[in-house]
């Protein structure tokens, strides 16, 4: 089950529209929208706040799938000032 699936079928679960959740959480709601479809990667800060507000703990987002597509990634490299091309090499020696 992908992140966006879980998100809408607690939503539902708690018998709320995109709308409400939205104000509920204090994000809008093309931020909902766009979690649901897969359009948009969860941070940690969004997935507190989604928690909250349908009363879950964070657990429930355990073992989820999120994906990322090549045009979230460009992106967000794009806002960096980084050719997607290009994308940093990941810290393999940070303290665990």
Known sequence: ???GQKLREMRI???????KLSLKA???PNTIQSLERGKRIPTLPVMQLLSRALECSMGVWDGLEIEATA?????RHRKKGLNPH???APDTHAAA
Not at 71 to 75: E, K, R
């Open 71 to 75: 045009n979230m990634l460009a992106g």
């Open 26 to 28: 204090g994000l809008t």
């Open 1 to 3: 089950m992908t992140f």
């Open 13 to 19: 679960k708690a018998g709320l529209s995109q709308a």
């Open 86 to 88: 290009e994308c940093p």
